[in-house]
């Protein structure tokens, strides 16, 4: 019996997974260009960030033990 109810609920699942992204508020494409261009600058910056950290780390950590 409880077959039956899990195949039932299953469609109209998925009509209430489509009810939402119906419901979604999509962006145009230059907020989207905008916002793709800021993350990637931002992640790239940080990377940069990092790598420096860590080889000022490393420097000093070498001077250390030697």
């Given amino acids: 019996m409880s077959g039956n109810s899990e195949k039932a609920q ?3 699942w998925f ?3 489509k009810a ?3 419901k979604v ?6 907020t989207l ?3 793709t261009t800021a993350v990637v600058s ?3 910056l940080l990377g940069a ?3 420096v950290i860590d080889a000022v780390l490393k420097y000093g950590i070498d001077l250390l033990v030697k």
């Fill in 33 to 35: 260009a905008k916002q």
């Fill in 42 to 44: 931002v992640s790239v």
């Fill in 49 to 51: 960030l990092i790598a």
């Fill in 15 to 17: 009509k209430g997974l």
């Fill in 25 to 30: 508020v999509w962006p145009d494409k230059n």
């Fill in 20 to 22: 939402e992204f119906n």
């Fill in 10 to 12: 299953k469609p109209s």
